[in-house]
């Protein structure tokens, strides 16, 4: 092996730009920590591997601080047949959780884009709901970084983004509404433009149901 080769400088994630993560050891303890506050004992037989398990989640659900939207849509289609009419991806299901209480909000996702030189593969958009929902959000930037990151990669000349969601935070909690759903939706080129291009995403959205 040649030692003088120098390792591949590993990417900076997107929190260890903010802040350095701490160790397992000290995040298992932060569990340990909340367990007393929520007035039970952590040493108790069936608390005792909970501390593991919770801080194994949240590397699941907060997996997107590590993942990079840009490189899963690099790769774009060109032979589509002349293609160029809207392309809907509806019904993606996501879960995130809000920055202000750390609870779910769940909902799905409906994204177009009229293409310009370019499609994308379709799950690509899924993927790229993940990369934003697997962080502390709240809805709006949920929106607004899924679609900016759709216009940074393929440039399409429109873009749309709807979610709908509903937010424990006010179901399970403070409030208490179950059942309310929260609508966000953000429109960029020919679909911010053009209300028959919004309208004719709309329709799209309800279609067939
Ligand atoms: N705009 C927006 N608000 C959100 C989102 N998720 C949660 N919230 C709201 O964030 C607000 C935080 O309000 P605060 O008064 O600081 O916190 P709080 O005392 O816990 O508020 P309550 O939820 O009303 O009990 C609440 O009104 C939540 O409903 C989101 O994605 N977008
Ligand atoms: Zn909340």
Not at 5 to 17: D, G, H, I, S
Not at 51 to 61: A, H, M, N
Not at 102 to 117: N, S, T
Not at 136 to 160: F, K, S, V
Request: glycine content about 6%; proline content about 4%; charged content about 25%.
């Amino acid at each position: 092996m040649d030692m003088n080769v120098k390792p591949k400088p590993v990417a900076q994630t997107a929190l260890e730009r903010v802040i350095q993560r701490p160790s397992r050891e000290e995040a298992e303890a932060a569990v340990r920590t909340l367990i007393a506050w929520a007035g039970d004992n952590p040493n108790r037989e069936g608390l005792i591997d909970t501390p593991r398990r919770v801080v194994d989640s949240y590397r699941e659900f907060y997996s997107g601080y590590d993942e990079d939207a840009a490189k899963i849509l690099e790769t774009t289609f060109s032979e589509v047949g002349g293609y160029d009419d809207i392309v809907l991806v509806r019904d993606i299901p996501f879960n995130s959780h809000c920055e202000h209480h750390m609870v779910p909000f769940v909902g799905k996702a409906h994204i177009a884009y009229l293409p310009h030189d370019g499609v994308v593969g379709l799950s690509k958009l899924a993927r790229v709901t993940d990369v934003f929902a697997k962080r502390l959000q709240t809805q709006e930037n949920l929106t607004a970084q899924i679609i900016e990151a759709i216009n940074e990669a393929i440039n399409p000349r429109g873009a749309a983004v709807m979610l709908e969601a509903e937010h424990m935070c006010m179901s399970m909690r403070g409030v208490r509404k179950h059942g309310s759903s929260t609508i966000t939706h953000r429109f960029t080129g020919v679909l911010a433009e053009d209300r028959q291009e919004q309208d004719r995403f709309f329709a799209l959205i309800r279609a067939g149901r």
